[in-house]
């Protein structure tokens, strides 16, 4: 599985920092953008850790949770 990972459907109150505490348990984190949305729809993020073994942690661990009260998307990133 990758070390890099794409966060979608993140609320429009979600910051770096949040997206950082909730995604470091998982391993180190290489890169973390948030790519907010100009329009006032969802943002979304793009995450790279160091091993591959994280990225696959994350997935399996974030998806389909809540944060900021928004249902989020963690998948691979596309390559």
Sequence with gaps: MPKKIFIGDLGVSTTEST????FSPYGTIVALTL????SGG????DCEYTTD???????????GTRIDGSVITVTAAPS
Excluded: D
């Excluded at 790519?35 to 100009?38: R, V, W």
């Excluded at 969802?42 to 993020?45: S, Y």
């Excluded at 073994?53 to 998806?63: D, E, L, S, Y």
């Design 35 to 38: 790519n907010t949305n100009p």
């Design 53 to 63: 073994a994280a990225g696959t942690a994350a997935i399996a661990a974030k998806n």
């Design 19 to 22: 997206l950082n505490t909730e």
């Design 42 to 45: 969802p943002n979304t993020a």
